[in-house]
């Protein structure tokens, strides 16, 4: 229910965008968010919308990731410059309510 895409190999200092389209089946007022993991540790939060249409960000990546959406399209991004070697890993789109849906996972990685 939830297709990412965008990912791919960038050299550090670089820019990627990645998009996430949600099917009809999840529901419009899920709180839309996107999520890494890398081997050997947790899924962690980058970024997601919240209440009341707030946006949430991981410190690491405040001020050179941005989150935004597109209702129309059903469709939320995630724009990240200034990549360094550490934003490395597998990104996962992630609708959150009453039950959750996950992204099957798009590859960043950031290397010279």
């Known amino acids: 229910q939830l297709v990412e895409s965008g990912g791919g190999l960038v050299q550090p200092g670089g820019s990627l965008r990645l998009s996430c389209t949600a099917s009809k089946s999840v529901p419009s007022y899920y709180y839309m968010g996107w999520y890494r993991q890398t081997p050997g540790k947790q899924r962690e939060l980058v970024a997601a919308?919240?209440?009341?249409?707030?946006?949430n960000y991981r410190n690491s990546v405040k001020g050179r990731f941005t989150i935004s959406r597109d209702s129309a399209k059903n469709t939320v991004y995630l724009q990240m410059n200034s990549l360094k070697p550490e934003d490395t890993g597998v990104y996962y789109c992630?609708?959150?309510?009453?039950?959750?849906?996950w992204g099957q996972g798009t590859q960043v990685t950031v290397s010279s």
């Open positions: 992630n609708a959150n309510g009453p039950r959750d849906y």
């Open positions: 919308f919240a209440y009341g249409g707030r946006t």
